[in-house]
């Protein structure tokens, strides 16, 4: 398998632009996560969805933000307006459902917002 | 709720020295625990993980961690360190059932010297 795979890797765009980062889990895989990872905060989890359905969202920033899971093998994270602050890797991860199972986590996407 | 805590934001060995990752939990059931890696400008990649067989568990690259419910420990040792070693750690927690989210640890990051 390709394991999870992310598009863009690098992002850099102006401060007000939309940013629209995408995900492709590993196929069979029901549930989806979407991370946010900066030296100042870590890692935080910002959505998750379970048979492509949201679960939780309470880690959305705010409503900037948004997340949709419109098939089993795709998703994506959408900021707009973007902010400076939005300066982070994102990072999609993906598993089967259930307390046993780890996450596989893509490569994640570098967003420099300017 | 499930929370980790990982002691030691910077830990540094000598090569060929043990290493010792430091992780405890809170749980109100019993856990799930993983320990993860992220190499730099990588996603995070799974060391092992304890899912209530074994208390002692073998991960990849000569890395174990042992279950202690008495201390409520999942340390991450390794008898001897490599220079490849070099790479940031995440503890994190899932509850049992058919819970999905995990809670990860602020991380520990390993540095190996000659």
């Known amino acids: 398998d390709a394991g999870v795979i992310q598009s863009p890797r690098h992002e850099v765009t102006e401060m007000g632009q939309e940013v629209t980062l995408r995900c492709k889990p590993i196929s069979g895989h029901n549930s989806l996560f979407w991370y946010r990872q900066t030296m100042m905060r870590g890692l935080e989890l910002l959505i998750y969805f379970n048979n492509n359905v949201p679960i939780d969202d309470s880690g959305m920033p705010e409503d900037r933000f948004s997340a949709k899971m419109p098939n089993a093998s795709f998703s994506t994270l959408k900021i707009q307006p973007s902010e400076p602050r939005d300066s982070a890797v994102y990072f999609c991860?993906?598993?089967?459902?259930?307390?046993?199972?780890?996450?596989?986590f893509g490569p994640g996407t570098r967003l420099t917002v300017t | 709720a499930q929370s980790v805590t990982q002691l030691g934001s910077h830990v540094s060995v000598s090569e060929g020295a043990l290493v010792l990752l430091r992780c405890n939990y809170s749980?109100?059931?019993?856990?799930?625990l993983f320990w993860y890696v992220q190499y730099p400008n990588q996603g995070l990649q799974l060391l092992l993980k304890?899912?209530?067989?074994?208390?002692l568990v073998k991960g990849i690259n000569g890395f174990e961690a042992e279950f202690k419910k008495s201390e409520t420990s999942f340390h991450l040792t390794k008898p001897s360190a490599h220079m490849s070693d070099a790479a940031e750690y995440f503890c994190a927690v899932k509850k049992g059932g058919t819970a999905s989210k995990l809670t990860f640890g602020t991380g520990t990051r390993l540095q190996v010297t000659l």
């Open positions: 304890y899912t209530s067989a074994a208390t």
């Open positions: 749980s109100s059931v019993p856990p799930y």
């Open positions: 991860a993906s598993s089967l459902e259930g307390a046993a199972y780890e996450q596989y």
